[in-house]
Every structure is written in structure tokens, then in C-alpha cells.
């Protein structure tokens, strides 16, 4: 089981990115993934969720209405829309899952929102 996450970059205040987070060795449609993100010097914080169980997607309160997290089940990824991204956003964003017992995250893409 592995999780790539990619997608990161340098980008303006106002601008946008597409993170993706590949799966390989199980089927990703049948588990809850979520994106993280970590900036320096604060705790990881969860951004948003796309559940097995629920089709309406989870967003936290800093970036509902700015991103949207998608599935793409033909590629086996799943895919985080940052749009009117603001340099609060910067951070390394990583994407996770819990297969069975076991938690697996992505290695992490950074994120820079600046002019």
C-alpha cells in the first residue's frame, strides 16, 4: 500500500494548484482519504475528507469554498482543487488513509502561496 502525493509548487496570492494523491496496491474508492497540511511551526491540521461511506466531502472552516477535494476511481486518485489560495495556505500537504489497522500518508508535496 502507498500513497504519492504531488502537485505542489510556488504560486501567487489568488492563484491555484491541483494536489493529487496517487494510490497503488489497494482500491482508493473504498477508503476515506484525507489531505492534511503541516505549515512551520504548527500542528498538522486536517483540510479535508472524501469518505468511503458519505459522498459529501469534508472541508475545515479555513478552506471551505477555496478547495475542493475529487476522486478520480479510473486512476485510483484522489485530487485536491486549491483555488484563491492565500500565503496562509503554504505548507507541505500530505495526503492519508487508513487501510485495515494501518495509517499510510503520502510524502508530502510543499505548498508556497507568495508574491
Known amino acids: 500500500v502507498q500513497l504519492q502525493a504531488c502537485g505542489g509548487g510556488l504560486v501567487q496570492p489568488g492563484g491555484s494548484l491541483r494536489l493529487s494523491c496517487a494510490a497503488s496496491g489497494f482500491t482508493l474508492d473504498a477508503y476515506s482519504i484525507i489531505w492534511f497540511r503541516q505549515a512551520p511551526g504548527k500542528e498538522r491540521e486536517g483540510v479535508s475528507c472524501v469518505s468511503s461511506a458519505d459522498p459529501i466531502p469534508v472541508y475545515s472552516d479555513s478552506v471551505k469554498g477555496r478547495f475542493v477535494i475529487s476522486r478520480d476511481n479510473a486512476k485510483n486518485t484522489v485530487y485536491l482543487q486549491m483555488s484563491s489560495l492565500k500565503p496562509e495556505d503554504t505548507a507541505v500537504y500530505y495526503c492519508?488513509?487508513?487501510?485495515?489497522?494501518?495509517?499510510?500518508w503520502g510524502q508530502g508535496t510543499q505548498v508556497t502561496v507568495s508574491s
Open positions: 492519508n488513509t487508513k487501510v485495515s489497522i494501518f495509517t499510510y
